[in-house]
């Protein structure tokens, strides 16, 4: 083991599997959890995951990760179009964040084209639904994990 990523997910995605299945797919967020900890594992890389619906707690789980962690991986759900408190703390902790979201936030409503993350995070995945958390663990693996 010599590396550690932080899973984070935001508001209504501990809903997932219930949750409007026709846009988010049926599998739940401890199905998520579970393939990405087998995933980590295989990568040698340590996985710690993280859900709230409260933005605070979300900020608090993303500071955790200063100097204790090698990258994020976070589907900040709703907050992804506004919130500047988000974006700030993943610019404090200079944690490269990879930024994902099950649907194609770009061909859905307008407000969901804006993502005031998007700036921070060292990339936006979007639209690949599952395999879009493994994509952004490739990602941190190739070019961020030491
Ligand atoms: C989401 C997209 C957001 O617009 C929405 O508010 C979510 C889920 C996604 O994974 O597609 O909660 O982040």
């Known amino acids: 083991m010599y590396g550690k990523i932080m899973l984070i997910h935001g508001p209504n995605l501990n809903m997932l599997g219930i949750r409007q299945p026709e846009i988010y797919g049926t599998t739940t967020l401890s199905e998520i959890e579970s393939l990405m900890e087998k995933k980590a594992d295989e990568a040698g890389v340590l996985l710690e995951c993280f859900q709230s619906n409260s933005e605070g707690a979300l900020i608090d789980a993303i500071q955790s990760t200063y100097r204790r962690a090698d990258g994020i991986i976070l589907n900040a759900g709703a907050y992804t179009h506004y919130s500047y408190a988000i974006r700030d703390a993943i610019a404090s902790v200079m944690v490269p964040t990879v930024e994902v979201h ?22 936006q995945i979007c639209g690949m639904g599952v395999d879009g958390y493994i994509a952004a663990l490739e990602e941190l693996m190739r070019n961020h994990v030491r």
Not at 102 to 112: A, G, K, Q, T, V
């Open 102 to 123: 099950l649907s194609d936030i770009h061909s859905r409503e307008d407000f969901r084209r804006i993502s005031v993350i998007e700036p921070v995070c060292v990339r």
